[in-house]
């Protein structure tokens, strides 16, 4: 148990901020006794995964925790499936690589988000058409009430977009131990239909791609598109794509015929990159902190000295002026601490 830590080393933002108290743990026991050291002295309890999701906006008056569990282990599950259990400290990117090397499908257009595998049940990590959810088996998880371990499976974690039941009535409830997925072992089902994959195997010459070759495209632009947090802080996209009721968006599309939507039942997904740009906002800068120039979800640590509550703000100004200009309510992906 350390006091007073520095977590800029611990949050992709590279804000700086200090935890009381930090503790790494390897094993559950070790989890056990962290959390039984927070609750006998009544600190609030802040778990650390890759830092790749959260915001700090002030020190931490309690204690953090990092979790370093390691290990992966196998099940085979009939002709063409295995079951892959990744303890949560697996950072996320080596384990897609993992299960690339052993030629398991199914994670290959996750490639490359950052964080780790204990925090991609929490907000249900989606890209390139796929999500978690569509390989996902159960999790298991620290009941922070009983102090017992329990499985969540699929319908228990009640996944959405960006969302499950670790970000709504779970929150703060649950600490993620491990996490089971279902990956193919021979006929793998190629998604590449979404984004640029397509046009980029095509400009690799590759006709009739392997799930090595999508995760590659996939690597590739990513790379291209968004900031590398080793380089230049940030938390990925910092708003969800709002969704909203069908009549609303015809409206907005007689005042703005070039709004973008996917059509969703009576409901449309509206890239939040856009409203924010069209506000104005990509590539500005206020301070030290600014919308990328490249993509105007991602909000960015531009000169690394900004402190969390300038990122905090920054953000309530592009909630307010999508609000002002559209009628919508942008709703904030990053975890705010
Ligand atoms: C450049 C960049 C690109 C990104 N691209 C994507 C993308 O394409 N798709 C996508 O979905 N996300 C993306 N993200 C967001 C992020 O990578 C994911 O949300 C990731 O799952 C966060 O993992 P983490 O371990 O870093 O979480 P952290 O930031 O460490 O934690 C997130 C939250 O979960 C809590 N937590 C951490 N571990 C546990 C646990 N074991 N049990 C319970 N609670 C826990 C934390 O307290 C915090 O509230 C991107 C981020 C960056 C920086």
């Known amino acids: 148990m350390q006091e007073n830590v520095s977590l800029q080393p611990f949050n992709t933002f590279g804000v700086e901020a200090k935890a009381r108290y930090f503790t790494e ?22 778990l650390l995964g890759g830092g790749s999701n959260i915001l700090l906006t002030g020190d931490f008056n309690g204690l ?4 370093d569990l390691k290990g992966i282990s196998e099940q085979p599950d009939g002709d063409n499936h295995i079951l892959v259990t990744a303890q949560a400290g697996e950072n996320w990117h080596q384990f897609v690589m993992y299960c690339l090397e052993k030629n398991y499908g199914g994670l290959e257009n996750l490639a490359l988000i950052p964080g780790n595998v204990g925090t991609c049940p ?17 999790c298991r998880v620290l009941n922070l009430s009983s102090m017992e371990t329990e499985n969540f499976d699929l319908e228990k974690c009640r996944f959405g977009y960006r969302d499950s039941i670790f970000k709504q009535e779970g ?9 089971t997925f279902r990956l193919t072992t021979k006929h793998h089902s190629i998604k590449t239909e979404y984004g640029a994959i397509r046009s980029e195997l095509n400009s690799a010459g590759i006709a009739d791609p392997t799930i090595r070759d999508v995760a590659q495209a996939v690597i590739t632009i990513r790379k291209s598109k968004l900031p590398d947090p080793k380089e230049t802080g940030n938390a990925g996209s910092f708003f969800k794509n709002p969704t909203i009721p069908l009549p609303q968006f015809e409206e907005l599309q007689m005042r703005f015929p ?21 506000c104005g906002w990509k590539g500005k800068q206020i ?3 600014a919308s990328h120039p490249l993509q105007a979800l991602v909000i960015i640590n531009a000169t690394g000295k900004a402190t969390g509550r300038e990122i905090f703000d920054f ?9 002002e200009k559209f009628g919508i309510e ?7 601490i």
């Open 171 to 179: 929150k703060e409830k649950y600490i993620i131990l491990n996490v």
């Open 330 to 336: 942008l709703e904030r992906e990053v975890n705010i």
């Open 258 to 278: 070039n709004i973008q939507g996917y059509p969703n039942g009576d409901s449309v997904k509206v890239p939040a990159g856009w409203l924010i740009e069209q």
């Open 315 to 323: 953000s309530t100004l592009i909630i307010d002026s999508v609000r």
């Open 25 to 46: 743990v390897h094993t559950p026991e070790e989890l056990k006794a962290a959390v039984n050291f927070s609750s006998s002295h009544s600190l609030k309890t802040l």
């Open 122 to 138: 929490i907000q249900n990590i989606g890209a390139y058409g796929t999500e978690i959810k569509d390989v996902f088996v159960r």
């Open 287 to 289: 301070g030290n902190v």
């Open 64 to 67: 953090a925790i990092r979790l």
